[in-house]
């Protein structure tokens, strides 16, 4: 069997008993994450890792994060909009199940060797409908909001306002929250402007670096 065969096999096997099994039940998510080829977005080095039901390091305080967590986040900000905001571009894996759910898709990233990876990486697969740009993501994305969706892969002390602004009214914002002991937020914002929140439970993601924090 050559490797793509194999890891197509392992990539059914993490849908099956690392995504299904948990309970991730939307059918367009399930089906990005047996199409995405998580190995080619790891170095070659922890390729035989990419689908272990964990996070993975990828240097410079980077990590990808656990298939399961990709895809809980993915599914929690589907509401049959068009629209999605990836903050955090980092190995591209996210942003490209987000344009697998998504018919358009914005992705910041303030480090530009990550940016410049993910786009090559992201356009070379042939997703066409994704914008890059480098930037502090606490800011957002003014200029093509609003957005439908919202996924943040790093976390804040609190959600940060910008991204609640840039909401379309039926959005959603998902995003860890919290220094040591982190939970996972989802934001809603409702037809008349407010917004609505819950918790989905302990995550562990890298700190979101912002221009404010002396980064850039």
């Known amino acids: 069997m050559n490797d793509e065969a194999t890891y197509a096999e392992q990539r059914l096997e993490m849908v099956h008993t690392q995504i299904e099994a948990r309970g991730i039940r939307d059918p367009r998510v399930l089906a990005a994450a047996r199409r995405v080829a998580r190995h080619q977005f ?6 035989e890792h990419a689908y272990a039901d964990r996070s993975l390091r990828l240097g410079e305080g980077q990590s990808i994060s656990q ?3 990709v895809a809980l986040m993915t599914e929690l900000v589907q509401n049959g909009g068009a629209r ?3 903050v955090g571009s ?3 894996y996210q942003t490209a199940l ?7 898709v914005w992705s910041i ?10 786009r090559a990486r992201l356009c070379g697969l042939g997703y066409a409908q994704i914008e890059f740009q480098r930037g502090d993501g606490s800011g ?7 957005f439908d969706a919202i996924v943040v892969a790093c976390a804040a002390a609190e959600v940060p306002e910008p991204l609640v602004a840039q909401l379309a009214p039926g959005g959603r914002l998902v995003m860890p929250i919290g220094a040591r002991h982190q939970e996972l937020v989802v934001v809603e914002k409702l037809p008349d402007g407010s917004t609505r929140r819950r918790s989905e439970g302990a995550v562990a993601f890298v700190p979101m670096l912002t221009k404010r924090a002396g980064t850039e």
């Open 42 to 47: 790891v170095p070659g080095a922890l390729r």
């Open 98 to 104: 987000l344009a697998e759910t998504f018919a358009q």
């Open 84 to 86: 999605a905001l990836d």
């Open 67 to 69: 298939p399961y967590v």
């Open 109 to 118: 990233e303030i480090d530009p060797e990550l940016l410049e990876t993910a």
């Open 90 to 92: 980092g190995s591209g």
């Open 140 to 146: 957002g994305w003014p200029e093509a909001a609003p």
